[in-house]
């Protein structure tokens, strides 16, 4: 249908940069800022939480001796004293995470859609990228570095760890060296359930009572599928519409307890860690802190800053699978 001849429409002002000259229809900016973004952080939300007074700090962790046959006879005297072990003293170093922000004087005046305040909306904006770095690197198979002058400290991640129980991976010889040298991952493989079996079996042999499985997104989806192809699809109705389709593994019942099957954006790929959260602890020397920076001019500059490092209780409660390559075997 044509338009009647000058018939007033909105395009020619529709405004900046829609029409030659601007018009004088005010913008429709929404004052909500969507952020689709992950920020959560299921590893350091779980285990525990604690604090150290040096930038490296140590424990110590045990295990009792094999059983033998121990049999004794009435009324006996020994003449020979037990063999004993003495308690492994080990440690970590803590590292400095940071992030800081500057924003000018007329930033911070004028008004912004979706903020009050551009510099307190990039804080909390940047507290939640702090956060997932820490989780990154608390995860990661980063060894311990003591650091020196101009070169950061670092903390021994999970995957330097856990070296007592692995599947697919060697250990380090000395376990004095577990978080200074981490384990050589073996070729990469086919996701399989006995990879999973053996784990747990090693974990139950040690004593350990692991209660999840960490893996990322295409793992998670691996694990899923490897109980797919062993039966098909499984659709429950319920005697309800509509009738769904069952896809996914959440738990998997082992011999010697259950596994929840938590997927992390951050895992290191082609990674699974068998979790006890127990033998666990993000110990501070610095909890989350913010401050201003010495003003530069017409600027607000602020840092938020947080020094800490991993603490692995007893690596021994834990399992790892290494180089997972995503497809399965059955």
């Known amino acids: 249908m044509a338009v009647i001849d000058k018939t007033r429409e909105t395009y020619p002002a529709l405004g900046p940069g829609r029409a030659d000259p601007p018009g004088g229809i005010r913008e429709d900016l929404s004052d909500i800022i969507y952020n689709i973004a992950p920020e959560e952080t ?51 170093y803590t590292q400095i995470s940071s992030k800081a922000i500057r924003s000018s004087g007329t930033a911070e005046a004028v008004d912004f ?15 939640k990228e702090l956060k997932l770095d820490m989780e990154s690197m608390l995860l990661s198979l980063d060894t ?13 991640g999970v995957g330097a760890w856990i070296q007592s129980n692995l599947v697919n991976a060697t250990a380090t010889a000395d376990p004095r060296d577990y978080g200074k040298i981490a384990p050589a991952a073996g070729a990469l493989k086919a996701v399989e359930e006995d990879d999973i079996r053996d784990a747990m079996k090693q974990c139950w042999d040690a004593g350990a009572k692991p209660t999840v499985i960490m893996v990322d997104g295409a ?31 959440d ?11 938590v997927p992390n954006r951050l895992m290191p790929p082609q990674t699974a ?14 909890p989350f802190q913010s401050f201003d920076l010495a003003k530069t001019g017409d600027s607000l500059a602020q840092m938020l800053i947080v020094e800490y490092g991993l603490r692995s209780k007893n690596e021994e409660a834990n399992a790892a699978i290494h180089g ?7």
């Open 113 to 127: 859609a979706g903020r009050k305040s551009t510099q307190a909306y990039q804080m909390a904006k940047k507290a």
């Open 324 to 330: 997972w390559d995503y497809t399965i075997v059955v």
């Open 219 to 249: 793992l998670k989806q691996a694990i899923s599928a490897l109980s797919q192809s062993v039966s098909e699809l499984r659709t429950a109705a319920n005697n309800q519409s509509p009738a769904y389709v069952v896809a996914a593994v």
């Open 273 to 286: 860690y068998l979790l006890d959260y127990e033998f666990w602890s993000t110990t501070y020397l610095r």
């Open 251 to 261: 738990i998997y019942v082992s011999d010697f307890g259950n596994l929840r099957i």
């Open 42 to 92: 299921p590893f350091m939300s779980a285990i525990g939480k604690d604090s150290c007074d040096n930038t490296y700090f140590e424990w110590q962790i045990d295990t009792l001796a094999d059983p033998v046959a121990n049999r004794q006879e009435e009324a006996s005297d020994p003449q020979e004293l037990n063999d004993h072990a003495e308690p492994l003293r080990i440690g970590n």
């Open 144 to 156: 311990m570095d003591a650091g020196a002058s101009g070169s950061p400290r670092a903390t021994a």
